[in-house]
């Protein structure tokens, strides 16, 4: 079965929250989010704002990809609380990128990210189950963490339910 597996979640939405300040947020010159001001807001402890410069550092938006600088705002923002946050540092273990691959890492982290409300946490941690990376192959464990994904708004963990349901017709 091929299941996608969402590598970073949310980059074009950061690359846009990069440019302009949130809504809620105070937008101008004197905003955090002003260019350049993603730092400075990360610095200031906004876990989102760490998320997000790791998502544009990650893909390299406007800037020189550093896998390894995403891993450590990565790491900030899913410690400060930051569920996203966990799920891509998840996919960085499981990728090897910017660390060394570690799929106990990465199925701990998307645990973590799924439990705060991730979806794109809970599909990656079902697309694990799935496939029997880092944990024994679980065919109906998948299912519910797919269905989780796409009842939180996850088209990936949608089309993943779809072929997660194809797989489990074809095992009976």
Same mark, same amino acid.
């Not at 990650?58 to 569920?83: I, M, N, T, W, Y």
């Not at 990465?106 to 496939?131: F, I, K, M, P, Q």
């Given at each position: 079965?091929?299941?996608? &597996? ?14 302009? +300040? ?23 402890? %906004? $876990?989102?704002? =760490?998320?997000?410069?790791? &998502? ?6 406007? @800037? ?5 600088? +995403? ?16 799920? #891509? %540092?998840?996919?960085?273990?499981? *990728? ?17 990210? =799924? ?6 946490? =809970?599909? #990656? %941690?079902? *697309? ?6 880092? @944990?024994?192959?679980?065919? %109906? ?13 996850? $088209?990936?963990? =949608?089309?993943?339910?779809? +072929?997660?349901?194809?797989?489990? &017709?074809?095992?009976?």
């Amino acid at each position: 079965m091929a299941l996608a &597996v969402g590598a970073l979640g949310c980059s074009a939405f950061a690359a846009t929250r990069a440019l302009a +300040a949130p809504e809620g947020e105070p937008a101008g010159n004197d905003s955090p989010w002003a260019s350049g001001g993603i730092e400075l807001a990360c610095e200031q402890g %906004l $876990a989102s704002a =760490c998320n997000d410069l790791g &998502v544009t550092l990650q893909k390299g938006l406007g @800037v020189p990809r550093d896998s390894r600088a +995403a891993f450590r705002l990565f790491d900030r923002a899913c410690e400060a609380g930051e569920a996203e946050a966990c799920s #891509n %540092l998840g996919a960085l273990y499981q *990728a090897g990128a910017g660390t060394e691959m570690d799929l106990e890492a990465a199925l701990s982290h998307y645990t973590r990210a =799924c439990r705060a409300g991730s979806a794109l946490g =809970c599909s #990656n %941690l079902g *697309a694990l189950y799935a496939e029997g990376k880092g @944990v024994r192959r679980d065919a %109906l464990e998948a299912y519910d963490l797919f269905t989780r994904a796409c009842d939180r708004g996850s $088209a990936m963990g =949608c089309n993943n339910l779809i +072929a997660s349901r194809t797989s489990i &017709v074809a095992e009976r």
